[in-house]
């Protein structure tokens, strides 16, 4: 039973560094010493090591739902591009969710990268549950694998119901490697990660934008409810009604009383995949939060912070990229990861049964703390986003990966801080590699 994995754990809240400044030439994730893959904060190099045999020459390709090249077809013997990038799109959305986010990053990532916008879960298939949905796109990850020779790294970059899709679909595609146990330390404690492959590919980048980590079930992690008790009370039963498994999943209350929810399993390293090792072979995890104005997805979820962890944003956009406001790194917390304790099951039950105020208040509260004790196991970088002086700022949700050039292009600066963050960590990458 997947709740037999998920043992208690007591652990401290995790350090923040703040990096809240003009990075001129140190680029979009600032001085090593911040980056989420960098050793020279106390981490032993294992997990963080860059990857060998990257080529740098190589035809880029986009796609959306097919391969795309100057045949029609796969990469051809001399076009060899040897970084795939996934993008993964939303709730009721499609590939073409990515056109302008797609187009620019081609333009600035260069000539070794595919490009590749999933389609396996366009429109209503989003409803059919997270692991469903999950499933579907590591099958059309592999497809994409299996007819590029040329590949040796994968990364992912979704948005917002797509973070959660991609989250299981890397536990598909996770193989370790064996014996090869990495240990990660800070300066209070060190535990070990098993590295691995995603697909058979080296994994570099997993980014998220605006996704519902841990649910959306809670004060104000649906903002569009305001916050008010009855709304969300009245949430929970209707969502599965009009969004099917995905909202009962996404409401935390999915499945029998006495076993986890998806989010919560997802959280940890349990019989239904080694979620947690698939997210922690990338050397760099990078999450986007909107701090205001997202209607869909809150500032709490979207960033995996508690309530106290909550803080007054900068005001400021970064130099180069509006509305990027704080970029802070979160090193790892030692935990034995995520737990459902009776009183979570008995919780549950009743959120279940009578969804009153105190029922749900009380479930969600345990939930969402295993969860986040469980995600927090690994190191993010957290970039914080504002577009509270954007002509339209209410379209935060779909601003921050630009799903319309003309609606949401308030969100260009956020695409051009991820495609800079990628390039930076692809020039290390090979830097290392070559020394």
């Not at 106390?42 to 739902?65: E, P, V």
């Not at 007819?147 to 970059?157: A, G, H, V, W």
């Not at 917002?160 to 595609?173: M, Q």
């Amino acid at each position: 039973m997947a709740s037999a994995s998920l043992i208690h754990a007591r652990f401290g809240y995790s350090t923040r560094f703040s990096d809240n400044r003009r990075y001129g030439s140190q680029g979009p994730v600032g001085s090593s010493s911040s980056s989420c893959c960098s050793s020279s904060l106390g981490f032993s190099s294992g997990l963080y090591s860059c990857w060998r045999n990257q080529g740098l020459r190589a035809q880029a390709m986009t796609s959306q739902g097919n391969f795309a090249s100057a045949s029609g077809g796969v990469a051809s013997a001399g076009n060899k591009p040897d970084h795939l990038l996934v993008l993964v799109h939303g709730i009721l959305a499609s590939p073409s969710d990515w056109t302008y986010g797609e187009a620019e990053l081609r333009r600035r990532l260069g000539r070794n990268f595919l490009i590749y916008a999933s389609s396996s879960n366009t429109y209503t298939k989003t409803f059919t549950g997270i692991d469903g949905a999950g499933k579907r796109l590591a099958d059309e990850v592999m497809q994409v694998v299996q007819k590029t020779e040329s590949l040796k790294k994968i990364s992912f970059l979704a948005h917002s119901l797509g973070g959660l899709f991609a989250r299981y679909a890397i536990s598909v595609l996770y193989t370790p490697d064996d014996g090869a146990n990495t240990t990660i330390a800070n300066s209070q404690t060190a535990y070990s990660w098993r590295r691995g492959k995603i697909a058979g590919l080296e994994p570099i980048n997993f980014v998220t934008l605006a996704t519902p980590h841990l649910g959306v079930r809670g004060k104000k992690q649906l903002p569009f409810l305001f916050g008010v008790p009855f709304l969300e009370k009245l949430a929970a039963p209707i969502a599965p009604i009009i969004v099917g498994r995905t909202g009962s999943q996404l409401f935390l209350t999915d499945g029998k009383p006495e076993k986890p929810p998806l989010l919560l399993r997802m959280a940890s390293d349990c019989d239904d995949g080694k979620f947690v090792s698939a997210l922690g072979s990338f050397k760099c995890r990078i999450l986007y939060a909107n701090v205001s104005y997202d209607h869909m997805v809150g500032w709490r979820t979207s960033s995996i912070r508690r309530e106290t962890e909550v803080f007054k944003p900068p005001r400021r956009s970064l130099d180069g990229y509006k509305h990027v406001v704080d970029v802070e790194y979160y090193p790892p917390v030692s935990s034995d990861g995520p737990h459902f304790p009776p009183e979570a099951a008995k919780a549950k039950e009743a959120a279940q049964s009578e969804p009153n105020t105190q029922n749900t208040l009380e479930y969600h509260e345990i939930v969402e703390e295993e969860m986040i004790r469980g995600l927090q196991q690994l190191g993010w970088k957290k970039v914080d986003v504002s577009f509270h002086s954007a002509f339209w700022p209410f379209f935060a949700h779909n601003n921050i990966h630009v799903k319309n050039e003309w609606l949401h292009n308030a969100g260009t600066g956020v695409v051009a801080h991820v495609a800079d963050s990628l390039k930076q960590q692809e020039s290390s990458s090979f830097i290392t590699a070559s020394l």
